[in-house]
């Protein structure tokens, strides 16, 4: 739209000087301004640049939200007044600015209405899912590689297996019936280890997008606090150029003049120390932001690292289990000692006497065979 059939390259640094801009894209900057100045005022449209340094022109408003307040309903700056009271309210006035100019301006180029968020189940993630998908994604990517090692070096191995065949063969220490056959199993082998080797390369290179596609923008965020760098207003004071219809009017001037100039020169100061000190500010909170955002990646990495300790903890623990029924198994291959082993374990259940045992006193004593009391119970 905005070169036509030129060509132009892309890359970074490249000479375009040789372009020219098409009325066309012209047109339609000056329509999107148009209507721009129909939503907020021709007055309160402080800033409309287009920019053609991407594959798509676009535009950038800088607008002042403007409305009435109080009984007397002066005009003063609200943000209300034009983007809502909260949130659901800013969504709704976004999508009907959105549809509003494609309907005024998109439709009458040829453009296409972009598809609504709501309707493409796209969700923002938090930090620590962040991080949960970054190290998914990498340990994904290092399992793949590996598995895609091991099989190029399965392979190969392979690979000389058969010139080994063949070597023997030339050497007239295998049949040829045998060479062959032996040839025949390796490559079949070899086969089916490429149609593997292929699916990992596909699926490493599929979740190595995924993963430049995560920091993709990671590594834009970090970009914001750059213009803030070194920045200096430029600014020149205005001059009286007419003088008053009384006398002295060269001292007149020049003393308005150095009036006007100090009050400007002041402002322009304080408008820079505003601007520098702001700047200061987000350079600070971007680095907290860094700082907040590695520790909660190191406690994610700590936890991680306290679950495989508690894995390895209950491996142990179900290895000395484990040999401990080892060691009972053994002993319950004695018939004599199984049969007692489960009397016992049957009485314990039932709670019935163990006939094997004959306890503390006879018949006529007042001690149970378990010895307790009658009334302990």
């Known amino acids: 739209m905005a070169f036509g059939n030129q060509t132009v390259n892309q890359n970074k640094g490249a000479d375009n000087s040789h372009l020219h801009r098409c009325r066309e894209v012209e047109d339609w900057a000056m329509d999107s301004y148009r209507w721009c100045c129909e939503q907020f005022g021709k007055e309160n449209v402080i800033g409309f640049q287009v920019h053609l340094d991407e594959k798509s022109p676009h ?23 034009k983007f809502g009271k909260n ?157 008053p219809p009384t006398f002295g009017r060269e001292k007149w001037i020049e003393k308005q003049n150095k009036r006007i100039e100090i009050m400007f020169s ?42 495989r300790q508690y894995i390895r903890d209950i491996t142990e623990e179900n290895g000395k289990i484990n040999e401990t029924l080892c060691g009972l198994l053994d002993v319950l291959v004695i018939p004599n000692f199984r049969a007692k082993f489960f009397a016992i374990a049957d009485a314990l259940i039932g709670g019935r006497p163990i006939p094997t045992s004959s306890g503390g006193g006879g018949d006529t004593s007042d001690i149970r065979w378990d010895g307790k009391n009658p009334d302990e119970d």
């Open 59 to 81: 535009c950038h408003a800088l607008v002042i939200p403007v409305g009435r307040k109080g009984k007397e309903k002066k005009e003063r700056v609200m943000w209300s007044a």
């Open 87 to 243: 949130g659901n309210e800013y969504k709704a006035i976004l999508h009907a600015m959105h549809t509003s100019l494609y309907e005024t301006v998109g439709k009458k180029y040829g453009f296409e209405r972009g598809e609504s968020v709501k309707d493409r189940n796209v969700r923002h993630l938090d930090k620590y899912e962040f991080y949960r998908e970054q190290l998914k994604l990498e340990r994904a990517i290092k399992g793949l590689t590996t598995m895609k090692e091991n099989l190029e070096s399965s392979i190969t191995r392979l690979q000389d297996e058969i010139q080994t065949v063949r070597c023997r063969l030339s050497d007239r220490k295998i049949t040829l019936q045998e060479a062959a056959s032996k040839v025949h199993r390796l490559e079949n082998e070899i086969s089916a280890l490429q149609e593997k080797l292929s699916d990992k390369a596909g699926k490493l290179q599929e979740k190595q997008r995924e993963l430049n596609h995560l920091m993709k923008d990671v590594s834009n965020v970090h970009q914001i606090i750059a213009p803030f760098k070194n920045h200096r207003i430029g600014f020149t004071a205005p001059q009286i150029t007419e003088a």
């Open 266 to 307: 002041k402002a322009v100061a304080e408008i820079e120390r505003l601007y520098m000190s702001e700047a200061e500010k987000q350079v600070k909170a971007a680095g907290q932001n860094q700082l907040v955002d590695y520790k909660e990646f190191h406690r994610y990495r700590n936890e991680n690292e306290q679950l």
